[in-house]
């Protein structure tokens, strides 16, 4: 499956189809090595929805905008 698209990213949150603005970076500890990021991506409505999920259940590392980690991720092999 190619993962490049022309379509923007879009947030996360059920039956969204807003923009994405933020990736919230996480892993749960049972699953995933510390180093390891899953994404969620949240629109600005969302963010703080989705921030609040994943952080009542300790997972949340990271919230930075899209653009912000798009310039960080260039060349690495995070998941999402």
């Not at 510390?34 to 300790?58: N, V």
């Amino acid at each position: 499956m190619n993962s490049v698209s022309d379509e923007p990213p879009i947030c996360s949150a059920k039956g969204c189809r807003t923009d994405a603005v933020w990736v919230l970076a996480w892993n749960n500890p049972k699953l995933h090595t510390p180093e390891r990021r899953k994404t969620w991506l949240a629109c600005d409505e969302h963010r703080e929805h989705l921030s609040h999920f994943l952080g009542l259940r300790g997972f949340l590392k990271d919230v930075v905008t899209l653009e912000e980690w798009e310039r960080g991720s260039a060349g690495s092999a995070a998941d999402r």
